[in-house]
């Protein structure tokens, strides 16, 4: 369901610029330079939508050929929407409604998105199982910020009207720090599986391994 959220909010976006829009401050960096945003959202929407399959760890047993499958695509995918948010974050003019403070923030959690899928990726080559999971978790975490952040912002809209300033920096950096929260706890509440047999190991799927 939280993958639904940015799934839909770029095909909003898609629609917006395709369809000649009005351009107004607050879209108008996307019509001057709409490469950019449009890369973001094709590896965002195929990140959030075929990673949440990944957590399922009844498909992971029955069909490990999908599994593979997907991983393959998850992380060129992840790390497009990544580095283009990253870009967007650096050379976009900053929204009217962002306090300065976000920018760095940003910088921090696309950053972060993509050291978590490039460490995932070394452990799978590694044949290292757990740590492959942890560190795809964490960064599909950071990937459904925008999904989460919807929720952190619908109180505050309800109640105050559209959130700008330290507000808005504060309910954005929930939205992150929840999920990962949340997956650090599901971490740590697995049990640990190291004396897994060896054969296992050399079937391992190089893709997105999420928590059981």
Known sequence: MLSAVPVIAGAARV?????????????ARFFASPV???VHIVG???YCLLGAFQFAPGLRRRR???????????????LTAALSGLWMTLFYPR??????LLTPIRL???SAMVGCIVLGFAAIRRRDIPRHRAWMARGYAIGLGAGTQVLTHLPWILLAGQPRGLARVLLMLAGWVIN??????ALRRRPTKDARPARDLTDAPASVLASQ
Do not use: K, M, Q, Y
């Not at 490990?64 to 060129?76: D, E, F, K, N, V």
């Not at 990962?180 to 706890?185: C, D, G, R």
């Open 15 to 27: 629609t917006e610029l395709t369809a000649g829009a009005t351009v107004t401050p607050d879209n």
């Open 36 to 38: 950019p945003v449009l």
């Open 44 to 46: 965002a929407s195929l």
């Open 64 to 78: 490990p050929g999908w599994h593979r499958i997907a991983g393959r695509l998850l992380i060129p995918s992840g």
């Open 95 to 100: 929204p009217p409604i962002d306090d300065v």
């Open 108 to 110: 921090l959690f696309g």
């Open 180 to 185: 990962l929260a949340v997956t650090e706890w």
